[in-house]
T-cell receptor, first 115, second 116 residues
Framework: AQKITQTQPGMFVQEKEAVTLDCTYD???????LFWYKQPSSGEMIFLIY??????QNATEGRYSLNFQKARKSANLVISASQLGDSAMYFC????????????FGKGTSLLVTP | GAVVSQHPSRVICKSGTSVKIECRSL??????MFWYRQFPKQSLMLMAT?????????EQGVEKDKFLINHASLTLSTLTVTSAHPEDSSFYIC????????????FGSGTRLTVV
């Protein structure tokens, strides 16, 4: 069964606008971590933001924020004031103790920022 | 910040030969390293988890005799693709975990393997 679901294969956003990338997850662990990574065409994985399952406040890192809805098992990424350089693939990932601390990734969302 | 060096970045090899990919954590000790494979326009698929000094744990469907993983030190893990075939052509990327930090996963820059 898919542990991380990203339902948006592709998204468009206009420069300077905000965009939300969806992510839902499935786990029976009480302690887990949620991550978002950006992967440009070069292939490198760029860490954006982390949310621990016990963190009561939503994580924020600059223009990135994570909308963590624990009861709904969702961890959406919000990018504010989009820039052309934000065009890339975005992956949501989850770390579970039961998986040996490996990160399991969703299928990703391709974001295109237009002028 | 934490840096993981992965080499080579690109390799082309002939069918039937073996290729070794190195993943090295430069400024921290990684007790655990992970190897992923990514086909074009797809997600990262976990191949194996490598713990220093012990045998790697492979995911279901990954042939351990074909993808040899060695994690001989706290800073180095290697993936050897043995008897490579064209279907092994893919993007391979490693990740090293710094257990001191909850979000301490650093990725290498990846290796694009083409088997001809």
């Amino acid at each position: 069964a898919q542990k991380i679901t990203q339902t948006q294969p592709g998204m468009f956003v206009q420069e300077k606008e905000a965009v939300t990338l969806d992510c839902t997850y499935d786990t029976s662990d009480q302690s887990y971590g949620l991550f978002w990574y950006k992967q440009p065409s070069s292939g490198e994985m760029i860490f954006l933001i982390y949310q621990g399952s016990y963190d009561e406040q939503n994580a924020t890192e600059g223009r990135y924020s994570l909308n963590f809805q624990k009861a709904r098992k969702s961890a959406n990424l919000v990018i504010s004031a989009s820039q052309l350089g934000d065009s890339a693939m975005y992956f949501c990932a989850m770390r579970e103790v039961n998986s040996g601390y490996a990160l399991n990734f969703g299928k990703g969302t391709s974001l295109l920022v237009t002028p | 910040g934490a840096v993981v060096s992965q080499h080579p970045s690109r390799v082309i090899c002939k069918s039937g030969t073996s290729v070794k990919i190195e993943c090295r954590s430069l400024d921290f000790q990684a007790t655990t390293m992970f190897w992923y494979r990514q086909f074009p326009k797809q997600s990262l698929m976990l191949m194996a988890t490598s713990n220093e000094g012990s045998k790697a744990t492979y995911e279901q469907g990954v042939e351990k005799d074909k993808f040899l993983i060695n994690h001989a030190s706290l800073t180095l893990s290697t993936l050897t693709v043995t008897s490579a075939h064209p279907e092994d052509s893919s993007f391979y990327i490693c990740s090293a975990r710094d257990s001191r930090v909850n979000y301490g996963y650093t990725f290498g820059s990846g290796t694009r393997l083409t088997v001809v």
